[in-house]
Nanobody
Framework: QVRLVESGGGLVQPGGSLRLSCAAS????????MGWYRQAPGKERELAAD???????NYADSVKGRFTISRDNTKNTVYLQMNSLKPDDTAVYYC??????????????WGQGIQVTVSS
């Protein structure tokens, strides 16, 4: 059983910053890519940023230069530092991880989602 738990969301004013964290726990052998997706009301879920186990990163054009994804492999945790937030960044943010469990095959796991609201 693998579980992803997100934290750090909330309400912030435009131009402000938030840092999201996502910790993976359970029967984990290794974790390949980890990422953050987001889903705004009435829109499809989209990739915000992801990072490989080696540290290579990828960002959506809409967040480049404002968001930074990082991970701590010793803690099975991925972070998303979000700066210069805009109202368009308002969404539920979901953590995703490609996990190889101690028993079984690699699978994608999702967190429960965390709300980020950017508003004055």
């Amino acid at each position: 059983q693998v579980r992803l738990v997100e934290s750090g969301g909330g309400l912030v004013q435009p131009g402000g910053s938030l840092r999201l964290s996502c910790a993976a726990s359970g029967s984990i052998f290794s974790i390949n890519a980890m990422g953050w997706y987001r889903q705004a009301p009435g829109k499809e879920r989209e990739l915000a940023a992801d990072i490989t186990s080696g540290g290579s990163t990828n960002y959506a054009d809409s967040v480049k230069g404002r968001f930074t994804i990082s991970r701590d492999n010793t803690k099975n945790t991925v972070y998303l530092q979000m700066n210069s937030l805009k109202p368009d960044d308002t969404a539920v943010y979901y953590c995703n991880a490609a996990v190889v469990p101690t028993l079984g095959y690699k699978n994608n796991y999702w967190g429960q989602g965390i709300q980020v609201t950017v508003s004055s």
